[in-house]
């Protein structure tokens, strides 16, 4: 039998994640807008740095691309 992590892990497209639900409904909200929508101003760190008045550091993964080299995504499958 499958694990509920590996079903998660499994599951395309991704809004059809529905164990999300009750759990993380503002995931599906995500889902929602595509990478370069203005609703993702709020999170967006490149522009905020003079704002900063603590150290930070940011790391970033193969996947993501929040603090580096913008790189058009391909979306339409996962979502």
Same mark, same amino acid.
């Given at each position: 039998? #499958?694990?509920? +992590? ?11 994640? +529905? #164990?999300?639900? +009750? ?6 909200? &995500?889902?929602?807008?595509?990478? #370069?929508?203005? &609703?993702?101003?709020?999170? #967006? ?6 704002? /900063?008045?603590?150290? /930070?550091?940011? /790391?970033?993964? &193969?996947?993501?691309?929040?603090? +580096? ?11």
């Amino acid at each position: 039998m #499958e694990s509920s +992590g590996a079903k998660m892990q499994n599951t395309l497209p991704l809004r059809d994640l +529905g #164990e999300l639900q +009750g759990v993380a409904s503002y995931y599906f909200d &995500w889902l929602t807008h595509p990478a #370069e929508d203005p &609703w993702w101003d709020w999170c #967006e760190l490149r522009n905020k740095y003079p704002q /900063v008045q603590a150290a /930070v550091l940011n /790391v970033s993964a &193969w996947y993501d691309d929040n603090y +580096g080299l913008r790189v058009p995504r391909q979306t339409s499958q996962a979502c």
